[in-house]
């Protein structure tokens, strides 16, 4: 993401304990007398501690939409295929902002609750560990009054923004990034509307001429709930060629096709700039989505990242400063949505990664050096941690302000421990980490922890201490190289 100027315990003892009770009564009827009221679950994210799930590994996700208009509720299924970690009386979902019609878990009928922003389904029988179960929810998804994340209203239609938790607002899910999983969705809309997800296209259908048309994509790596992306609108879909043969399409309103082409014809050339830094791109595709929409900032949605329509537009932006944003969630495809944190304190390796190569290409268009940018940023660091704390151990958002965790710690910050790292270490160790981070951790989940152990590894050194001191402390180190940089007093 680009922005523009509970730890609760599962009773897991209490849930054994239940389950003599529970198959002594079920053949009397007696499941739902038995269970206590359901409590809303978490995984212990230090900064979301209620979101995600225990219990289960989401595998896939197959999500239907029915669309009319953008400010009426979308009909929708959606489907689940998981894992049971462990055995479960009752599975726990993220979901808000919708309308459960009904639920099934294999085909059979189950209890639907809520707590907090749970829904909890109780199964008609208890699920075995590492038995692979289908979920079917039938609900709706409003994008009415979402005003933090999820769906976005556009002047034609609807896009997604997800981040940093807003995915359960749209679909029920595992709600957190490190439950990764594949995706199929599939959109169906009135004729004239054109429909763009995640992934690659499946096919489109309808009925007969002028009846709704059904679209449909499938993701060929797997995805974090708040990466997903699906566009509805007055779009049309432009169509080039990246490094290697790469499919790069871009979605823009069918007005803007011409005064867009400039920026979006600079995507191939951006992509081969990544690949000489950091490695081949992970994906099947990629492209941008320019939405006519007011967010305050860009999104890196996996395959297809959201742009406002303004930061192309407006002559407040200088040109080198927009190409440099589009660096900035190009990147993201490697760090955050190939590479996808493990927790969200591990939210510096994304955007500090992002903002580094943004820096760097903006470096090479020669209007903004690396060092100063670095240097303006050493001055300001002090005072990043104070308001918003150091750069992996991130103050938690002001509630209803989710999205008030991406401070300027996050971002030029945590790309100022980079830079720290590239004169500890050495040009040529620091780019073998770039490589190695980005080619062993793909398509998988990461976290500071195994940063830490990979740059000790190049560098032949441990580097604890180092990074302790640059990602924790709530002073900012001394700049290896540049005994003369200061920080500016934390007001």
């Not at 462990?86 to 294999?106: K, M, P, Q, W, Y």
């Amino acid at each position: 993401m680009q922005l523009t100027p509970r730890p609760t315990a599962r009773p897991r003892a209490a849930a054994r304990r239940l389950r003599g009770a529970l198959l002594a009564t079920a053949s009397l009827g007696l499941v739902a007398a038995v269970l206590p009221p359901p409590p809303a679950l978490g995984i212990g994210d230090p900064l979301f501690p209620t979101l995600g799930n225990p219990g289960y590994d989401v595998l896939a996700y197959d999500l239907s939409f029915r669309y009319t208009a953008n400010d009426k509720p979308l009909e929708a299924t959606t489907v689940i295929r998981a894992r049971a970690t462990e055995a479960l009386e009752r599975i726990n979902l993220d979901f808000t902002h919708g309308t459960v019609r009904s639920a099934e878990i294999d085909g059979l009928p189950a209890g639907v609750a809520t707590a907090g922003e749970d829904l909890v389904l109780t199964p008609a029988h208890p699920v075995a560990a590492q038995s692979v179960l289908k979920i079917t929810v039938r609900h709706t998804s409003d994008p009415r009054g979402a005003a933090d994340g999820g769906w976005v209203t556009t002047e034609d239609g609807l896009a997604m923004a997800n981040q940093a938790d807003a995915g359960h607002t749209v679909f029920p899910c595992n709600d957190h990034p490190s439950d990764k999983a594949m995706f199929t969705i599939r959109v169906t809309a009135p004729a004239g509307v054109t429909v763009v997800a995640n992934g690659i296209p499946q096919g489109v259908r309808r009925r007969a001429a002028g009846s709704p048309v059904t679209w449909t994509y499938t993701s060929l790596h797997p995805m974090a709930t708040e990466l997903a992306q699906v566009s509805i609108g007055r779009s049309t879909v432009l169509h080039r060629e990246g490094p290697h043969g790469l499919p790069v399409r871009d979605v823009v309103n069918e007005a803007d096709k011409a005064v867009l082409e400039r920026w979006l014809r600079k995507t191939p050339a951006q992509l081969a700039w990544m690949e000489e830094r950091v490695g081949r791109y992970p994906f099947e595709n990629y492209g941008v989505l320019i939405a006519r929409a007011k967010t305050g900032f860009e999104l890196e949605t996996q395959t297809l990242s959201l742009f406002e329509r303004s930061l192309f537009t407006s002559p407040a932006y200088p040109e080198w400063y927009v190409e440099a944003v589009m660096v900035h969630e190009l990147a993201h495809q490697w760090f955050g949505d190939s590479v996808t944190p493990r927790t969200w304190s591990d939210l510096w390796l994304n955007e500090g990664h992002a903002t580094w190569y943004e820096a760097l290409y903006a470096d090479g268009l020669g209007k903004y050096s690396l060092e100063r940018r670095m240097r303006e940023a050493y001055e300001r660091s002090d005072q990043w941690r104070a308001a918003g704390g150091p750069p992996a151990a991130p103050k938690p958002a002001a509630p209803g302000q989710k999205i008030g965790l991406f401070r300027p710690v996050v971002y030029d910050g945590s790309a100022l421990v980079l830079y720290a790292l590239r004169q500890e270490i050495g040009t040529a160790a620091f780019e073998r980490v770039e490589r190695r981070w980005v080619a062993e951790h793909r398509d998988a989940t990461a976290g500071t922890a195994d940063f830490t152990a990979l740059a000790s590894a190049e560098a032949g050194r441990d580097l604890t201490g180092f990074f302790q001191a640059w990602l924790y402390g709530a002073k900012t180190p001394a700049m290896p190289g540049h005994p003369g940089w200061k920080a500016a007093k934390s007001v």
